[in-house]
């Protein structure tokens, strides 16, 4: 039976939510066709599991596929369970978590099923912004199903038998399936930007519940605030030394040490994911330009350039942030745009995308300059201009146009080395530093590394309040 112990598809559902909290709902639905022979074929719950549960004491709804039941297959009633789920969760402004293990569209209900499939997806496009989704793949996802985690607001594929594709690697042209397996998790981790995690069964679930506990529920809820245990004045150590790699930095001023990074194995050179700062959960933005591993040793190395991947990545995360009024900080370390034909071709819309969020955010916006913010590449980085509430900058930044000494020699192209060095000192010292920047008011305040956490603690308690109005428009186009 669908309901039974050993079924994979409640297994799950019991390793996720909070002991004995899942209530299911719909158990006796069945499948309504009887076309080929359908009528003498057992499909308890229509192959699907659909319910509330409790994670950390957070309300959640689910709905788990049932691989052992058609195959798990979507068809009327599978559907009509799936999108009845949804109409609860937006009523009670609760998150919705799709496990996903599915053989596609129900053939032998045609019309019916793919009627079914857009009833579904008319249920997220209604439900985004309202409520976060959260989709795992723990089998098959294929077709049009794979249209589904990538409606969700998070997504996460199990690292061996998940299989994520809308074409199978074989049917694409010039490739097969042992030579690029584009059905991967890999693949569409590294690859797409679709998925923000991969893992073993357990290791997903165990992150879609620490997702769900640094989220708010709705987009009602003004954020999500908790009591802070840690110190609100904590000094950071070793920011200077470790601020190529983000993922330190922000795991460091962090409430508990704790950071929730999404999108990690895509576009590295730009982090996004959220951070906990006096109990208020934050999302950030940060330029990478080095990643170290767990043994402190120097894994990855990346030009502090903006790439397309890289500015989709970002936009997308703050266009969450807006929609459910979660505080946004860039950690900028920007020279320059990165310079390869592949990003050529899609760099402009890229940053006219993340252009766009970062200006049209109205939720709390704060920016630390951490290095390098050159040129354009820095202007689109959340900058005073595009409407930052608060910038930061720790003592030896740059900002400017570009490099001191590559302006000179610009400037100067026809002078002597020595005096091309002259006035690269003096480009860097009327142009080039922070504190000309601040001297404009560009910058707020230049902060030492130690004292990171206490200014931006101090930043998004100050912008707790923040009211923005907005202009009498249907919504924009970007």
């Known amino acids: 039976m669908s309901n039974s112990n050993d079924n994979s598809a409640i297994q799950r559902i019991a390793k996720l939510v909070d002991e004995n909290s899942f209530m299911e709902i719909g158990a006796l639905v069945t499948a309504r066709s009887t076309d080929f022979n359908l009528a003498g074929t057992d499909t308890p719950s229509d192959g699907v599991i659909t319910g509330h549960g409790l994670i950390d004491g957070n309300l959640v709804f689910i709905y788990s596929q049932d691989a052992s039941v058609l195959g798990g297959t979507i068809g009327e009633m599978h559907a009509k369970k799936i999108t009845a789920m949804y109409d609860m969760a937006v009523k009670m402004g609760a998150p919705v978590i799709g496990l996903i293990d599915c053989a596609g569209v129900r053939l032998q209900e045609s019309i019916d099923a793919l009627e079914a499939f857009g009833t579904i997806y008319a249920k997220q496009a209604m439900a985004s912004g309202m409520i976060p989704q959260i989709s795992a793949v723990f089998g098959t996802c294929g077709g049009g199903l794979a249209i589904v985690p990538a409606l969700s607001d998070f997504a996460y594929l199990e690292a061996d038998k998940a299989k994520m594709f809308i074409n199978s690697p074989n049917a694409i042209d010039g490739n097969r399936m042992d030579k690029c397996n584009s059905a991967s998790a890999s693949f569409q981790s590294e690859q797409t930007g679709t998925v923000d995690g991969i893992g073993s069964e357990d290791e997903i679930l165990a992150q879609i519940r620490q997702l769900v506990c640094i989220l708010p529920a709705n987009n009602a809820e003004g954020g999500c605030v908790v009591d802070c245990e ?36 895509y576009a590295k050179e730009m982090t996004a994911g959220f951070i906990k700062l006096g109990g208020m959960t934050v999302g950030a933005i940060a330029n990478c330009t080095e990643m170290y591993d767990a043994e402190g040793n120097k894994a990855e190395e990346f030009d502090a350039a903006l790439s397309a991947r890289g500015c989709n990545k970002a936009a997308e995360f703050i266009t969450f942030c807006d929609a459910f009024d979660i505080p946004v900080i860039s950690f900028t370390n920007a020279a320059g745009f990165r310079a390869t034909m592949c990003s050529e071709k899609n760099l402009a819309k890229a940053l006219g995308r993340l252009t766009y969020a970062f200006a049209s955010a109205n939720v709390p916006k704060i920016n630390l300059i951490m290095d390098k913010a050159y040129g354009s590449a820095y202007v689109v980085m959340n900058s005073k201009s595009l409407g930052a509430d608060i910038v930061y900058a720790w003592p030896d930044a740059k900002t400017g146009t570009m490099d001191a000494k590559l302006a000179a020699k610009i400037m100067y192209a026809d002078e002597s080395a020595s005096v091309i060095e002259e006035k690269a000192a003096e480009y860097e010292a009327l142009q080039g530093s922070v504190k000309t920047a601040a001297a404009r008011g560009y910058i707020d305040r230049i902060i030492d590394y130690k004292s990171t956490r206490k200014y931006l603690i101090a930043a998004v308690e100050m912008l707790y309040t923040k009211r923005v109005e907005q202009p009498n428009k249907k919504h924009g186009t970007k």
Not at 235 to 256: F, N, Q, V, W
């Open 230 to 265: 840690d110190d609100l004045n904590r000094a950071c150590e070793s920011l200077d030394t470790m601020k190529g790699d983000p993922r330190y930095i922000l795991s460091e001023i962090s409430d508990g040490h704790i950071f929730v990074e999404v999108k990690a194995d």
